[in-house]
């Protein structure tokens, strides 16, 4: 009993998986995790050194080289990048995929890396702080909101997003709550000079007095009867009041000196701030949301709704929680399209299959495609594939691929009921001649999406479980279509009457593809010149077609980036960013301006990537309230910017769908000396600038900087017993103020910071009137007994290595409209004429970089997936001249697929190879039905030429209606960003190349065979 016949026997049982499939595919549908992205790893970490004092050149060579040094020992290292500016090294660590392909690979990585940098921190020079590893670098935040409140500082803000924080951290499935943009609050003791001197007091005795008041240090314990008893002196400080009344000197007189006699004493922000954050115009606390792996976010967010709306009433008056970003709203509307794309790919596919084939031939293959889905939901469940951009994707584009294998029994047992065979004979010998056929075309189509499983790096991983969906459900479409369809079509197709069954007249549809073909044979020749001719004339076009790697996102954001000259004060920033903010919330269509000045923000979607600590940028994070308003959008933003701050490099641009980042352009010169290195950088930001088109032209070393330098007088410190060390604490105590204790609040802990009142502070004149206590002598000596002379010189502002090479990467983007292939191919030419000295390299990097390294993953799969496709249709037919006729119109699809992508002016990305490669499958799958029926007519002994011809036409419904259900499923995705470029290649791809498989499937058939037109029962119907 085959498979056929079991299922129509067996009826119960078969009713009873069914069930279950469409139970497991409901269920699965409401409890499977959901995000808007794939749950991409990234695989970096970053080490944080802090080298107080030291120049970019000294961080480089002091800590990052050291530091550098240990890291790369590690095996699964792939990159190593670091940034050394004064007084930091940042150093980021790039994993190989193939030693961490899953999250939890990492968490030993990361140990090993700790282990190492704590181990070169015996190595590091005196004065550097203990280095940092972050390892939660790529954490993203999906749910992300802004606190402010009229009235409120920024102090009473953080109180209560410290209690927030709490309530969210109770929520299921949540992970982490991180607050980001609060102001440190801290103490400032401004101590004037001329009244200490006045009064005679020593200012590091007073330095000694804060840190040794508030300290806590164990005063030891007492026996008291049977017991013993800890002893807890008071005096710790408790108000600012009580710091200002702390005694620091009694008089030979008996007068007390207190500090409030000698300082001024405030509580107040770290000045100057690192971050400012702004909602609307109005500051700002940013705190994130981050869920477990695998939980579903849309879930969660709904849970963190209700908590908010719950606390809503223990919320101070006042304070406003916005909501500026939520993934598990945006995730269900992504479901809810995909439930609407699905509904309107059905109706589409059961329409044409109706007028087609008929209704209940359409029933059949809609409920065979109905329970392919649900089962295809179950089995994503129990394998952890969530619901997120590109697994719903591969759903709709599985869509029309589903029905083929149904099609093609449907199809078979139609004609066999027609021509008056009985319903279970018809269904048993339709399924046995077909189902390895139909089951060697689904494998190839599977394969055909392999290289995107399999292949390693980050792009192939977000896109991996494209491939995993597309096998699932075709697998399932394989088995449903020799099970479920002779099921439900002897429950539906009438059983043929007895008797003689009138011949009906051929369809004159058929009775012209038979004369049409017959002529093609006939010329042969001439069709295969012809056919040669479009491919040749295709190859040559793609010249034309744009480059591309991921679109640009959907989401109703864009983003704008604005750097100021490097060292620019963060105050002047801000200003300068307060009035654009002004301009961009009266433009038409805003709904929101978030405004980040000094650095970036949380992570709160996969493709932001946030910026690192600088005085000199600001970012605006601008959502609209349409997402066609972006375009125009753009180009208004960047001309207002271009015009009205001249001193100023932006780029205003929106996100981009997929891996990636940064500047689109990026020309990196790399070699031992960083002073050639920025002249080359130069020669490439110069013909960027002349090309016009591009804009936020700059390199990742950023201007050099004015750096005051007092020149220090070694013979001069020597004799007066002051260092270099005692110089750069009296100046930092002067300007930017010293650490000299800590003010504890209940769970707070307040440094207590020393510095110069602003009047001996405001300007470089009070450089001249510092005093310098000696700790030899404890004399005051004023700062020229020990500097010459105070210089001003221009000095780097950052130095930049990749793998312990200084490298340089020269920057720019596109204007808004514009593509970064097209600029990057304008001018290539020239940048890569840039003479290079020995000893220098040079490569791009950017979109063109990341678009190569993804290609080249994927090249490293494809030859083991084209080898398995080819070895599949040779097991298939067990000969080789079978395969051969069906691969040599693979490439013709190439014809379609040209001109699909110049008509519709599609850029050629990277899903759309992901689009050629599954095309490939597809019409090796339509090959394969073709061919096999014509072994199969040839074997039961039909004249070679007339089974080649009645073999063609007796598929051209099948495969049509196949080729034509699959391009009308994917038509939704044309409305889709991110898989219109895979959606253009199919639909074209697919529907030339059908038809040109129609014709010279036949033609390399009879022509690799050796077959004549005299091979024929009909002589008359022969050509002559």
Known sequence: MDLAEFSIKNRLICFIVIAIAMLSGWYSYQNIARFEDPEFTIRTAQIITEYPGATPEEVANEVTEALESAVQQLQEVEEIRSISSAGRSEISVDILYRFSPEKDDLQLIWTKLRNKVADAQSRLPPGVKTSQVNDDFGDVYGLYYLVTGDGFSYAELYDYVRDLRTDLLSVDDVAKV????????????????????????????????LAEQNSVVSAGDIRLGDFRLEIQPTGNINSVEAISNLVVSTAATGRIVTLRDVATVTRDYVDPPSLIIRHNGKPAIGIGVSNISGANVAK?????????????????????????????????????????????????????????????????????????????????????????????????????????????????????TQQGQKKLDIAKEIVRKTKWPLLGGTLVGIIAFAPVGFAPGSTAEYTGDLFWVVMISLLYSWLFAITAVPLFADMLFPEPQEGEIEEKPEHPFFARYKAFLRAMLARSRLTVIVVVGLFVAAILGFNYIKPGFFPPSTTPQLVVDLNLPEGTDIAVTNAEMTKLENYLRKLDGVDTVQTLVGMGTLRYMLVYSPESPNSAYGQFLIKVEEYDLIPDMLNEIQQHIDANYPNAQAKVWQFQLGPGGGSKIEAEFSGPDPDVLRGLAD????????????????????????????????????????????LADALRANFSGRAVGVYREEDLLIQIVARAPERERVNAEALRGIQIVSPVTGASVPILEVVDRF???????????????????AQSDPAPGDLAGVLRERIAAEVEAIDLPEGYSFKWNGEYGDSSEANENLATTFPLGFSAMVLVVVFLFNALRQPLVIWLVVPLCLVGVVLGLLVTNTAFEFMAILGLLSLSGLLIKNAIVLVDQMDLEISEGKPRYDAVIDSATSRVRPVMMGSMTTVLGVIPLLLDAFFKSMAVVLIFGLTFATLLTLVMIPIFYAMIFGISPDETADKKGAPA
């Open 683 to 726: 020669k490439a930001k110069a013909i960027m600038v002349a090309d016009g088109g591009a804009v936020s032209v700059k390199d990742d070393w950023s201007q050099q900087v004015t750096v005051v330098r007092p020149v220090y007088n070694e013979d001069n410190g020597r004799r007066l017993g002051i260092s270099r060390e005692d």
């Open 300 to 416: 969660m967010g709904n849970a963190i709704d209700a908590k908010l709306e719950e606390t809503k009433a223990l919320r101070p008056i006042g304070i406003e929680v916005h909501e500026f970003y939520h993934q598990g709203k945006i995730v269900e509307v992504a479901v809810s399209d995909f439930v609407v794309n699905v509904i309107a790919a059905l109706i589409i596919v059961l329409v044409t299959l109706f007028f087609f084939m008929g209704l209940r031939s359409a029933v059949i293959i809609g409920a065979v495609l109905i329970l392919t889905i649900a089962a295809t939901l179950g089995t994503m469940f129990v394998m952890n594939i969530p619901m997120h951009r590109i697994s719903l994707g591969a759903l709709i584009i599985a869509l029309g691929m589903l029905v083929d294998n149904a099609i093609v029994v449907t199809e078979g047992i139609l004609v066999g």
């Open 178 to 209: 991180q607050p980001i943009g609060a102001q440190q609050e801290v103490i400032y003791v401004e101590i004037s000079r001329e009244r200490a001197n006045a009064l005679g007091l020593s200012v590091q005795q007073i330095y000694a007095d």
């Open 791 to 809: 210089e001003t010189i221009r000095d780097n502002a950052k130095l930049r290595r990749v793998d312990r090479v200084w490298a340089i990467n």
